[in-house]
C-alpha cells in the first residue's frame, strides 16, 4: 500500500464499495503516476481521487451512484482535499480532457458474484456476463479524454484477460498481485 493511501480516514455507507486490495494496488500506482488534472471514473468512496489531490493533482470524481458521490465528498473533505463531483455512467457526463484517467471498474462475472450476500461487492465488482462490459466501454472511450501526452490507469483481474489488453493497447503492466483467487494488474495506458 502506498503511503497516503495508508493514512486515510476513509467510511462508506449504504451500499458503496470499501477499499479493499484493489482499491490499495491501484492507489500505489496514483500515487506515483497521476499528475495534473486527474479524472477518477467510478470512485466510490474517493480513494484514488483523494490520493491524487494529496499528490497536488486537481481532480474530478466522478460516479453512477448518488450515495458514491456522498461519500467521496465526505472522505475529501474528511482528509483535507477538495474536487469537483459529477454524476455520470462512465464518460457519460464528462467534458474537457485530463492528464490522467482512473478507473477501478467492476471486473468479476456476474454469475460467481450471484452467491454473495454484500450488495457494496457486487455493485462494485459485477462487470457483466464476461466480467468485461464496462472495462470494454472504458478502452474504447478513453483517449478521447485524454490530454495528448496523458496517461490511463486502469485496474485489471487475470479473469479479464489483462495480458491481452497490454499487449492489443499498448499498455504497460506497472504492478501486479495475487489475491485469492486471481492475479490483480494495473495497467498503464497511453493515448
Known amino acids: 500500500m502506498g503511503l497516503i493511501a495508508e493514512k486515510l480516514e476513509l467510511k462508506c455507507s449504504g451500499d458503496v464499495y470499501f477499499p ?3 482499491s490499495f494496488l491501484l492507489a500505489e500506482a496514483v500515487e506515483k503516476h ?8 467510478g470512485t466510490g468512496s474517493g480513494i484514488q481521487g483523494i ?5 497536488g493533482c486537481s481532480v474530478l470524481f466522478s460516479d453512477i451512484d448518488d450515495e458514491a458521490i456522498k461519500c467521496a465528498k465526505e472522505n475529501a473533505r ?14 457519460s457526463n464528462i467534458k474537457g480532457k485530463f492528464n490522467t484517467i482512473i478507473f477501478n471498474p ?5 454469475k460467481p458474484l450471484a452467491v ?19 472495462i470494454d466501454l472504458f478502452l474504447e472511450g478513453y483517449g478521447r479524454f485524454l490530454e495528448r501526452d496523458g496517461i490511463a490507469l486502469l485496474l485489471e483481474s487475470s479473469h479479464n484477460l489483462y ?13 501486479k498481485r495475487h489475491y485469492f483467487f486471481e492475479d490483480l494488474a494495473v495497467l498503464l495506458l497511453h493515448m
Open 20 to 22: 479493499r486490495e484493489d
Open 34 to 41: 497521476a499528475v495534473g488534472k486527474v479524472l477518477d471514473i
Open 51 to 55: 490520493v491524487a489531490a494529496k499528490n
Open 78 to 91: 474528511a482528509n483535507g482535499v477538495a474536487g469537483t463531483f459529477v454524476r455520470s455512467d462512465i464518460f
Open 106 to 110: 467492476p471486473y468479476l462475472p456476474s
Open 116 to 134: 454473495m450476500e454484500k450488495k457494496d461487492v457486487q455493485t462494485a465488482l459485477d462487470g457483466g456476463k464476461d466480467g468485461r462490459e464496462l
Open 163 to 175: 495480458e491481452n489488453d497490454a499487449i492489443k493497447y499498448g499498455a504497460q503492466i506497472l504492478m
